[in-house]
């Protein structure tokens, strides 16, 4: 008995392809990116070339002599210049010679890279090793910020209870994809929407042309997690009410940066109080004095607003003497503020921790 095989045809390789679509390798980065990339992180990937760039970028000028880079550790100088030089190599630093001495400063096109780098990758690096916090997550969010908005209503008369609601809905989004914050998000998104609601109010109030006798200071940063937030807990404590004190962040951190939290604690700062928010319009009109630091480019300019930038270093990752230095930097910068803002209020230097 015999048996007929079916006849068989070997698959089209085109048509294969074709039905497929693009291989998933497609979607990496190129080869030739990549080893461009990676020569430049292989350059980042120093201890000491990272404090430098830290220097650089916290410099009032924007730049710094290598004899003052040479001050960030103790090695001698043509160590220093070595590493400066492997920077340079690589496209992040440029350098220009004056007389004796060579100034370094970041090249314009890698500025923003490298502000990442140091404000958002390092801070989250260092924390990736500390605890992680479990979250539980609610069963019917939209009950509880439906619940939470009908609560914050009557505080907020003046604006319709839709607003509230969507103001109360959009702080809880913003909180949960912008900023990061996970532990008691509802309560937190409630505390960023009452003082969004307040700055909505606030900014009505100026339009219709009511001035407000307070005046509103908005301090801005790139994280909202040191800076910024010890600038308005400074400004607080100087200023008790008779300035109301916000902070923003154009890129808000999962929370304040450990080495600020007991210089905020040296405040009188509750710790369940502060979080790091995101950037709104609202706050931004509602502000009569907007202080960047560190992310001018990213706050939107009002007119009739007064705006100034702030050069200060970042607490992130500095040691506790040097985040100290830090806060007394902005702590002189604040007193001078509250002088220019209410001239008969006398100041002195905020208690250290």
């Not at 109030?205 to 600038?231: E, H, K, M």
């Not at 304040?256 to 109080?273: F, I, K, Y």
């Not at 007193?335 to 208690?351: I, M, Y």
Request: with cysteine; charged share 20%.
């Amino acid at each position: 008995m015999s048996t007929t095989l079916p006849v068989t045809t070997a698959p089209d390789p085109a048509a294969a392809d074709a039905a497929c679509g693009p291989a998933p390798s497609a979607h990496a980065m190129g080869a030739e990116a990549a080893g461009q990339v990676a020569a430049v992180l292989k350059a980042l990937a120093d201890p000491l070339r990272l404090r430098m760039l830290s220097f650089l970028t916290t410099s009032a000028s924007g730049e710094a002599c290598v004899c003052d880079i040479a001050t960030v550790a103790d090695v001698s100088q043509p160590t220093v210049s070595h590493h400066l030089k492997v920077l340079k190599d690589v496209g992040v630093l440029t350098g220009e010679r004056r007389g004796t001495w060579v100034y370094y400063r970041v090249v314009p096109g890698m500025r923003t890279a490298v502000t990442a780098l140091l404000e958002q990758l390092a801070p989250a690096a260092v924390a990736a090793h500390g605890p992680q916090p479990v979250l539980t997550g609610l069963t019917d969010v939209d009950t509880t910020l439906t619940r939470v908005a009908d609560e914050l209503a009557p505080r907020f008369a003046s604006l319709d209870a839709d607003l509230v609601l969507r103001t109360v809905r959009d702080s809880y989004t913003a909180l949960a994809r912008g900023a990061g914050v996970g532990a008691h998000l509802v309560v937190t998104a409630e505390r960023f929407a009452r003082q969004r609601l307040a700055d909505l109010e606030r900014a009505a109030r100026t339009q219709a042309g009511t001035t407000d006798d307070v005046p509103q200071v908005l301090f801005v940063c790139i994280a909202n997690a040191g800076r910024s937030q010890l600038a308005a807990a400074l400004l607080r404590h100087h200023a008790g009410d008779r300035v109301i004190a916000r902070s923003a962040g154009s890129t808000p951190a999962g929370s304040v940066h450990s080495t600020v939290q007991p210089l905020l604690a040296a405040l009188g700062v509750d710790a369940d109080e502060v979080f790091p928010k995101p950037l709104t319009d609202d706050a931004v009109r509602a502000a009569d004095v907007v202080i960047t630091m560190g992310c001018g480019d990213t706050c939107p300019v009002l007119p009739g607003k007064r705006y100034e930038d702030w050069v200060v270093g970042d607490p992130a990752l500095a040691s506790a003497e040097g985040a100290a230095a830090i806060r007394d930097d902005i702590d002189a910068r604040v007193r001078a503020l509250v002088a220019d803002l209410l001239p008969d209020l006398r100041t002195t230097p905020a208690p250290q921790p």
